[in-house]
């Protein structure tokens, strides 16, 4: 068999040069590489020098070169030296593969990692030669940044280098191709410095960096930690460099089918135009040599498997408390009858960040980083104004969201509340949103499962069961259907207690053909069973209204108060300290070294409908997954099984004074069994 011989010109340097044998659509090649360290002089001598022998060459490196600063000159001049001294023999510069093999690479990890590009901080280095792209990477996020080492310099950068000279401002706006040469490399050194100084300083906010491996060099870029490559032509050894700048993936948008050499595209495609007799390539052929060759993009982890993801989560005062602990606001509250004046005005501020959350690390090894941005409304404000009102605010959130390249966000508090629940804003915003409500649900029942265990007076068995009386007060709402649905198969008897009637039939009808192991009852009315029950989730929208007579609540009963508002005031609770009230269940984030702001929570610990969102960020679900108050039992089944993959666990159980503590549950246990004792009940 005759051996075609290939030659790859490159004005990258010659540190990569080879020359070896490697077999390519069953045909046996002799690969050659020449680099000329930005000599096009010399590329041309090389050209002519192998032009006898050589079956076809391919031109490569004009952008490496440029980006290391060994070339300054025009590119399509020297494409056009080199492909008339190629004279007759077949010549490419491998562009027509380039664009089928960078969109492929994109499309191809956006297919096994959905959302992975989604709304991507992206770094774009060169952009003539990454154009393919950076076009499809526009696709999948608006957050695409430019910048070419010379030609595409930052307009501050020629303006410095303009200044640093002493030359004429206006030249700062000319394109740099119609500045002559020795001024254009007079202004090009100062340029860059700044150009190279703003670069660096993007990079450290990059989620995608896309850049050739020599122009990461030219721009001095070492640390790239957490950040995915798009590159080509990765050699082991070079990757090996990138895994030790902290780059977490490298997306290799040239195959490379031989395990003794490193090719670029050009060599690729040229042993394609051998193949196909000489012949310049329709992209049929480009398509049929790709399969028949089993050519595939790579996608290379130098530190393992990992995947980090985005968040944003939407916070707000709770009370005119917070303003005391913010200057100068703290200082103006102290003058009598301005809180209320602050409240009012803080209402109208605009969203801001207020903490960077970082070091969630899932035990599967998929990492998130997030932003908590704040309104400033209080609750009162809140539900004052019209939903209108706050839907604008979280649509600014959104925004400043999206600028941080989050993929995701999530509503806290009084925020997922307003109006339709989160509706509006998820059709409206530019992310996706959710409100938190199915891990709420999930980790209010968590808590008050934990709780029972704590108390240890309700007996529960091997499987964590109790064997005992719950009660769902709000059933047929959409938090309370929910809850009904999980102590259906978590206890011996449960009451669903509503005053639609109809919709509490159909209720306990739809649980029943689910097989529960409780017996269903129904009451339109609490009172009369309130007695009895071991335990009763209250999830009602009475707004301030007696939900329950907490004097006929049965000793050592554990309550978790899912309504928001609450259901039950601080002073019912305090007329019942034999009796477990709990708010809510708040979750353990995963990660030895979670850093996030102070939001009234022990550190690493997260209200669960944040948990939420960082869930859905560490599977990759950039999906709107809670919105509306209509919650689905699927959901919170599915929240709950995915914050378990991911290392959340139930972290503290809260009531109206906080967090309670082993004392608190060891006090309401003595007063609970001492309260029986003396009533005679067991």
């Known amino acids: 068999m005759t051996r075609q011989v290939i030659v790859n010109v490159s004005l990258a340097g010659p540190e990569l040069d080879y020359d070896k044998q490697a077999t390519f659509l069953g045909q046996t090649f002799r690969l050659v590489r020449r680099g000329t360290g930005g000599d096009v002089d010399q590329a041309v001598a090389v050209v002519k020098r192998w032009r006898d022998r050589a079956s076809a060459f391919a031109f490569s490196g004009v952008r490496e070169a440029r980006a290391v600063g060994t070339f300054d000159g025009d590119e399509d001049d020297a494409l056009a030296r080199i492909r008339t001294a190629c004279a007759d023999v077949p010549f490419t510069d491998g562009q027509a593969l380039t664009d089928v093999l960078q969109e492929w690479a994109i499309r191809g990890v956006n297919t096994s990692l959905p959302g992975f590009f989604s709304n991507a901080r992206t770094l774009v280095l060169g952009s003539g030669n990454h154009a393919r792209t950076a076009a499809v990477l526009a696709e999948f996020t608006d957050n695409v940044d430019y910048l070419d080492p010379l030609e595409r310099l930052e307009p501050a950068a020629l303006a410095a280098a303009a200044a640093v000279l002493g030359l004429a401002g206006e030249v700062a706006s000319l394109p740099m191709r119609l500045i002559p040469g020795r001024l254009r490399e007079r202004l090009t050194q100062p340029a860059e410095w700044v150009g190279h100084a703003l670069t660096g300083h993007r990079t450290r906010d990059c989620d995608i960096i896309v850049a050739s491996y020599d122009e990461l060099t030219g721009f001095d870029l070492e640390q790239l930690a957490g950040t995915t490559l798009i590159s080509s032509a990765i050699s082991p050894e070079r990757l090996a460099d990138l895994g030790s700048r902290g780059v977490d993936r490298v997306i290799d948008t040239t195959p490379q089918p031989f395990k003794h050499v490193t090719v670029v595209a050009a060599v690729l495609e040229a042993m394609m135009v051998v193949r196909n007799g000489g012949r310049t390539l329709s992209n049929d052929a480009i398509l049929a040599a790709i399969q028949e060759a089993g050519l595939e993009p790579r996608t290379l982890m130098p530190s393992g498997p990992r995947r980090k993801s985005r968040f944003a989560f939407v916070i707000h005062p709770l009370s005119t408390q917070y303003f005391r602990k913010v200057e100068p606001l703290g200082l103006i509250t102290q003058v009598p009858g301005m809180t209320t004046v602050v409240e009012k005005a803080a209402a109208y501020f605009p969203p801001f960040v207020y903490s960077h959350v970082t070091g969630i690390t899932s035990p599967t090894g998929a990492e998130a980083e997030g932003w908590l941005i704040t309104v400033g409304g209080t609750p009162k404000e809140l539900l004052a104004h019209s939903p209108e009102f706050t839907y604008s605010r979280l649509l600014d959130a959104a925004e400043i969201a999206r600028k941080l390249g989050a993929q995701i966000m999530g509503l806290g508090a009084f925020t997922k509340v307003v109006g339709d629940a989160g509706i509006t804003v998820a059709k409206r915003a530019p992310l996706p949103v959710t409100t ?242 003396e009533s005679g009940q067991s």
């Open 436 to 677: 938190g409500n199915s891990y709420s649900a999930s980790g209010a029942l968590w808590a008050a499962h934990e709780a029972l265990n704590r108390l240890g007076i309700s007996e529960v068995d091997d499987k964590g069961r109790l064997r005992g009386t719950t009660m769902v007060i709000g059933a047929t709402g959409s938090i309370g259907s929910v809850c009904a649905r999980l102590l259906a198969l978590a206890s011996d008897e449960l009451w669903l207690v509503s005053p639609e009637s109809a919709k509490l039939l159909a209720l306990k009808r739809e649980i029943e053909r689910n097989n529960p192991r409780a017996k269903i009852h129904v009451a339109a009315k609490p009172d009369k069973h309130l007695a009895k029950m071991d335990m009763i989730v209250t999830a009602t929208s009475a707004a301030g209204q007696k939900v329950l007579d907490v004097m006929a609540l049965k000793p050592g009963c554990v309550i978790t108060d899912v309504a928001r508002p609450l259901d039950l005031s601080a002073e019912d609770v305090a007329k019942r300290p034999d009796v477990l009230v709990i708010e809510s269940g708040e979750i353990q984030l995963p990660g030895e070294n979670v850093r996030m702001g102070d939001i009234g929570l022990p550190h690493g610990v997260a209200f669960a409908c944040l948990a939420e969102t960082i869930v859905l960020a560490l599977e990759g679900r950039y999906e709107t997954f809670t919105v509306g108050r209509n919650i689905e039992w699927t959901k919170v089944k599915e929240i709950y099984r995915l914050g378990l993959k991911h290392g959340m666990k139930l972290a503290t159980i809260s009531g109206v004074n906080g967090v309670f503590t082993d004392e608190d549950f060891d006090r309401v246990r003595s007063l609970a069994l001492a309260a029986r004792a």
